[in-house]
């Protein structure tokens, strides 16, 4: 599992945490009821605190993404897909209601947005043929 921390980001440590780590069980990199590095080990690996990383897996197992068993550490749920994929839908209604009222202000369409999509779909698509 590869987790990326960014002091640029405006997501606090935890957050970047376990987004990432729910990012990885969605796209299936994780799989239900594989052991994750000990909160000790990840906040090593990551040059973070052990705080940090144990408020990211308690919000994991909070939402239902993990489950930790005292003296054994803690694992990927199984976690239904179709939840991971609503709830990544929502982000992605916020961040897009965001970039429609910034857009607006420089006269910047939906329409436009939609166009910009299709470009990146099509870069995309080209280097992965």
């Given at each position: 599992m590869f987790i990326?921390?960014?002091a640029a980001s405006p997501d606090p440590m935890y957050k970047?945490?376990?987004d990432q780590v729910r990012d990885a069980i969605a796209s299936g990199e994780l799989a239900?009821?594989?052991r994750l590095p000990s909160i000790r080990?990840?906040?090593e690996a990551l040059r973070t605190s052990v705080i940090t990383v144990k408020r990211a897996y308690l919000?994991?197992?909070n939402e239902g993404c993990?489950?930790?068993r005292p003296g054994l550490g803690s694992f990927v749920a199984a976690v239904d897909p179709a939840r991971l994929r609503e709830r990544k839908l929502g982000e992605f209604r916020r961040e897009l209601?965001?970039?429609v009222r910034t857009g607006a202000k420089f006269s910047i369409r939906p329409d436009d947005l939609v166009g910009l999509i299709r470009g990146i779909e099509e870069d995309h698509d080209g280097k992965h043929a």
């Open positions: 990326s921390l960014s970047q945490i376990a239900a009821l594989e080990e990840l906040a919000d994991l197992e993990i489950v930790s209601t965001r970039i």
